[in-house]
């Protein structure tokens, strides 16, 4: 490895120590966690800090991240949205297995579909006034509402009326709110023909680099062949959400 190359790989080292850190770092830090010599590893400072990719913070006397990486990373926020990132994902998993994935957000206080992969391999995203979905009988519906504030769930569930779609659809709020803390703490939801008769549906989170869950994602299709692989699909769903919460900026930090 060149030397050149070598210090830049120092560099990249030195900027990814942020990923776990929310304070200034000073050389000697730097130094002790990369082993690095600290003569080296203030050139590496110093020039990383002249091109605005490093600032000195002035209280602690170490150093943070610079105004030239933020503008990166919001220039790449701005490249990237939710239905750009999901559309691979969705048609991943729906060709996968063969049926329809979907992808739905909150808006306001509806639930709404704005992605939809089919067997075809065709999508549709749908305008912001597009598919609307109930909250009490759709997985997605239970992943948006799981991971809900408390005070916008009530305000969602003041207006829903528990319509019993199927007879095996939840008819009351205090079953759908026992579902609920099931969903939370199994990261995962179903639609066993709660909708419509001879449809499941399987549904996880997707959460930003806030941690907060902004979407839902899910794989539905004929009730025999969802339920008969069911543990199979719940893993290809958790993966598929992961993966589009990392590009989304999600990090797990308790992982």
């Given at each position: 490895m060149?030397?050149t190359?070598?210090?830049?790989v120092?560099a990249?080292n030195?900027?990814?120590?942020y990923?776990?850190?929310d304070?200034?770092?000073g050389i000697?830090?730097?130094?002790?966690?990369?082993?690095?010599?600290?003569?080296t590893?203030q050139?590496?400072?110093s020039?990383?800090e002249?091109?605005?990719?490093?600032?000195k913070?002035?209280m602690t006397?170490?150093?943070r991240?610079?105004?030239?990486?933020?503008?990166l990373?919001?220039?790449?926020?701005?490249?990237?949205?939710?239905?750009?990132?999901?559309?691979?994902?969705?048609?991943?998993l729906?060709?996968?297995?063969g049926?329809m994935?979907?992808?739905?957000i909150?808006?306001?206080e509806?639930?709404?579909?704005?992605?939809k992969v089919?067997?075809?391999?065709?999508?549709?995203?749908?305008?912001?006034?597009?598919?609307?979905i109930?909250?009490?009988?759709?997985?997605?519906g239970k992943?948006?509402?799981?991971?809900?504030s408390?005070?916008?769930?009530?305000?969602i569930?003041a207006d829903?009326?528990?319509?019993k779609?199927?007879?095996?659809?939840?008819?009351?709020?205090?079953?759908?709110?026992?579902?609920?803390?099931?969903?939370?703490?199994?990261?995962i939801?179903?639609?066993?023909e709660?909708?419509i008769?001879g449809l499941?549906?399987?549904?996880?989170?997707?959460?930003?680099?806030?941690n907060?869950?902004?979407a839902?994602?899910?794989?539905?299709g004929?009730a025999?062949?969802?339920?008969?692989?069911?543990?199979?699909?719940i893993?290809?769903?958790?993966?598929?959400?992961?993966?589009?919460?990392?590009q989304?900026?999600?990090r797990?930090?308790?992982?």
């Amino acid at each position: 490895m060149s030397k050149t190359i070598n210090s830049l790989v120092k560099a990249v080292n030195i900027l990814k120590l942020y990923l776990d850190e929310d304070k200034s770092l000073g050389i000697t830090e730097f130094s002790r966690a990369l082993d690095i010599p600290k003569p080296t590893v203030q050139n590496i400072v110093s020039t990383l800090e002249e091109n605005g990719l490093l600032e000195k913070d002035p209280m602690t006397r170490g150093y943070r991240l610079g105004p030239v990486l933020f503008q990166l990373g919001m220039q790449y926020a701005n490249s990237m949205d939710l239905t750009m990132i999901a559309r691979v994902w969705l048609e991943k998993l729906c060709h996968q297995y063969g049926e329809m994935s979907q992808a739905g957000i909150i808006m306001g206080e509806r639930i709404v579909i704005v992605m939809k992969v089919e067997p075809d391999a065709n999508y549709m995203v749908f305008p912001q006034t597009g598919s609307v979905i109930p909250p009490h009988s759709t997985a997605i519906g239970k992943v948006l509402l799981s991971w809900m504030s408390p005070v916008l769930r009530d305000r969602i569930l003041a207006d829903c009326t528990f319509t019993k779609f199927t007879d095996k659809t939840i008819g009351s709020r205090e079953d759908y709110l026992k579902e609920l803390e099931k969903v939370k703490q199994n990261g995962i939801a179903f639609d066993f023909e709660e909708s419509i008769n001879g449809l499941s549906c399987i549904a996880g989170p997707v959460f930003n680099n806030k941690n907060e869950c902004m979407a839902a994602v899910s794989l539905s299709g004929n009730a025999s062949k969802i339920e008969g692989r069911q543990n199979e699909i719940i893993d290809a769903v958790k993966y598929i959400c992961y993966r589009i919460s990392e590009q989304m900026g999600y990090r797990n930090r308790g992982a």
